[in-house]
Nanobody, 125 residues
Framework: QLVESGGGKVQPGGSLILSCAVS????????VAWFRRAPGKEREGVSC????????YSVDSVKDRFTISRDKDKNTVYLQMNELKVEDTAVYYC????????????????????WGQGTQVTVSS
């Protein structure tokens, strides 16, 4: 089970940190990713952290502003979002999969087997 939290409304240029609490298996056994769906758009991958080595991958549009990390003691994955833009407005979802290894081949929602319910992030002045 995946439960997101931390969404809200923030002004452009601001920061937010999202949390994804993972239950059922230690993070060492799951790759966990963040996706988002903006109004009127398809869901897109944002960032991913791998299960065994903790390496990360982020898409070009966010890699200089967003950081994915994990706390294995809390079994939680975080998405630190800085320098937020209006176009970052979306529902953010976390997803996990026990087999996937995230890489610069991209993030595709059909590769992930478990999903959270999402948390709304609104960037607006």
């Amino acid at each position: 089970q995946l439960v997101e939290s931390g969404g809200g409304k923030v002004q452009p240029g601001g920061s937010l940190i999202l949390s994804c609490a993972v239950s059922g298996a230690p993070l060492n056994y799951h790759a966990v990713a963040w996706f988002r769906r903006a109004p009127g758009k398809e869901r897109e991958g944002v960032s991913c952290i791998n299960r065994s080595d903790g390496t990360t991958y982020s898409v070009d549009s966010v890699k200089d502003r967003f950081t994915i990390s994990r706390d294995k003691d809390k079994n939680t994955v975080y998405l630190q979002m800085n320098e937020l833009k209006v176009e970052d407005t979306a529902v953010y979802y976390c997803a996990s999969d026990p087999m996937l290894y995230c890489s610069d081949n991209g993030l595709y929602d059909h590769d992930f087997t478990s999903w959270g319910q999402g948390t709304q992030v609104t960037v607006s002045s």
